[in-house]
């Protein structure tokens, strides 16, 4: 267990504690930047984008539409996600 003293550093310089979260934002960020370089289309289901395969996680958000939080949910409608 970490000190509320270890805790409040590793605050301090922004530790990511729901690395899940984390993750899912390096996805949405990579998706963003697709859509700016390809602003005709989505990417195609085995589509890489910077050596990752950002059309396989678009793939699985929409298989987890009902399991995503309301936070990402809001992301995605927030650049039109089909």
């Given at each position: 267990r970490l000190t509320p003293e270890q805790t409040a550093k590793l605050n301090g310089i922004g530790f990511?504690?729901?690395?899940?979260?984390?993750?899912?934002?390096?996805?949405?960020?990579?998706?963003?930047?697709?859509?700016?370089?390809?602003?005709?289309?989505?990417p195609t289901q085995n589509e890489k984008y910077k050596s990752e395969n950002v059309g396989r996680w678009c793939s699985r958000q929409r298989e987890k539409k009902n399991r995503l939080t309301p936070e990402q949910t809001e992301k995605l409608d927030g650049i039109g996600f089909p």
């Amino acid at each position: 267990r970490l000190t509320p003293e270890q805790t409040a550093k590793l605050n301090g310089i922004g530790f990511p504690w729901d690395v899940h979260n984390v993750r899912w934002k390096y996805w949405l960020k990579l998706l963003k930047e697709h859509r700016q370089e390809h602003k005709d289309r989505w990417p195609t289901q085995n589509e890489k984008y910077k050596s990752e395969n950002v059309g396989r996680w678009c793939s699985r958000q929409r298989e987890k539409k009902n399991r995503l939080t309301p936070e990402q949910t809001e992301k995605l409608d927030g650049i039109g996600f089909p």
